[in-house]
C-alpha cells in the first residue's frame, strides 16, 4: 500500500513545473515617463555642483529647499559647497501628521543639512540625496529627504 502511494504522490508532482509549459509572459503598459532636465540657473557656468529639490528646481546654495512633501528647509546658510560634500544649517518647517495629516500641524524647527555625493547628467553635476537632521525640543531627529540627483 506504501508503494501504491508513493507512486501515485510522484507521478502527481511529476507534472509540476515540468519543462514542456511556460508560463505566459507579463506585459506592463508604457506608461510614457521620461525624466526630464530640472530647471536650471539662467547664465549657470560649467562646473559647480547645484541641488535638484522636490520642486524640480536646480540652484546654487539655496535659501530654501523642500526635502519632503511635508517638510520645507528655510534661511539656509551654507558652511561648505562644491565639494563631495555641501553643509548647511537653517529652520525647517515641518508637518506634524498626528492624529493624522489633515488634522495635524506645521511646527518649525532648527535643522541641519548635509548634501552628498555629486552626479554628472543634463551638463551639470547634482548632489545625489541629503540629510536633513531636524533639531526637536529633547532630541535631534533624522528626517526623511527626498532629494536627489536627476541622473
Known amino acids: 500500500m506504501a508503494a501504491a502511494v508513493a507512486a501515485a504522490v510522484t507521478a502527481g508532482l511529476a507534472g509540476c513545473g515540468s519543462a514542456q509549459h511556460k508560463p505566459d509572459p507579463v506585459t506592463l503598459p508604457a506608461f510614457g515617463y521620461h525624466p526630464t532636465a530640472p530647471k536650471l540657473p539662467a547664465g549657470l557656468p560649467p562646473g559647480p555642483v547645484v541641488v535638484s529639490d522636490l520642486t524640480h528646481t536646480a540652484a546654487l546654495r539655496?535659501?530654501?529647499?523642500?526635502?519632503?512633501?511635508?517638510?520645507?528647509?528655510?534661511?539656509?546658510?551654507?558652511?561648505?559647497?562644491?565639494?563631495?560634500?555641501?553643509?548647511?544649517?537653517?529652520?525647517?518647517?515641518?508637518?506634524?501628521?498626528?492624529?493624522?495629516?489633515?488634522?495635524?500641524?506645521?511646527?518649525?524647527?532648527?535643522?541641519?543639512?548635509?548634501?552628498?555625493?555629486?552626479?554628472?547628467?543634463?551638463?551639470?553635476?547634482?548632489?545625489?540625496?541629503?540629510?536633513?537632521?531636524?533639531?526637536?525640543?529633547?532630541?535631534?531627529?533624522?528626517?526623511?529627504?527626498?532629494?536627489?540627483?536627476?541622473?
Open 62 to 151: 539655496p535659501s530654501s529647499l523642500q526635502f519632503a512633501s511635508d517638510a520645507t528647509l528655510a534661511g539656509v546658510h551654507w558652511s561648505s559647497w562644491g565639494g563631495s560634500t555641501a553643509s548647511g544649517s537653517g529652520t525647517a518647517s515641518v508637518r506634524i501628521c498626528s492624529p493624522n495629516c489633515a488634522q495635524g500641524s506645521e511646527r518649525v524647527y532648527p535643522a541641519r543639512v548635509t548634501l552628498l555625493d555629486p552626479k554628472a547628467c543634463y551638463g551639470s553635476r547634482f548632489y545625489s540625496s541629503a540629510k536633513v537632521t531636524v533639531q526637536t525640543p529633547g532630541a535631534s531627529k533624522p528626517w526623511v529627504s527626498f532629494i536627489s540627483a536627476p541622473c
